[in-house]
């Protein structure tokens, strides 16, 4: 893999981060992006037709991405939150406020029409800023 001076990436447990080519966070500058992050470890999917699980899983691992930069959900600034279906707006908000409350970052909510396994019901993006913690 090419290194860029001042960019950071880390992987995790993903098998479709090797498979497709992706890094599940990269930080660059005071920004660290977490990629799409769906409710697996490894190969085993956690909340299976329970969005408000799977949402609790998909942002324990995307903030465990955060770790991996010392950083934790005081630093979030945007989350993105995809879902199968407008029904499950409220459970993944459910989710969403547990982690988030105290930190109120920018949130956006897509229904989309599936994803790469057809039992997933969410997946989540977080943003974050390095410097917020020093402001």
Request: avoid cysteine; charge should be negative.
């Amino acid at each position: 893999m090419t290194e860029t001076p001042g960019v950071r990436r880390v992987q995790s447990d993903s098998p479709w981060e090797e498979q497709f080519g992706f890094a599940r966070g990269v930080a660059a500058g005071d920004r660290v992006h977490v990629a799409g992050t769906m409710p697996f470890v490894g190969t085993v999917l956690y909340g299976e037709g329970d969005p408000y699980e799977q949402a609790k899983v998909a942002f324990t691992n995307a903030l465990a991405a955060l770790e991996e930069f010392g950083l934790g959900a005081e630093s979030v600034v945007r989350t993105r939150m995809y879902l199968t279906h407008t029904r499950d707006v409220d459970a993944v908000g459910r989710a969403h406020k547990e982690f988030f409350d105290a930190v109120r970052p920018v949130a956006t909510v897509v229904v989309v029409s599936g994803f790469v396994d057809s039992r997933v019901l969410v997946e989540v993006e977080l943003e974050a800023f390095r410097g917020a913690r020093e402001q």
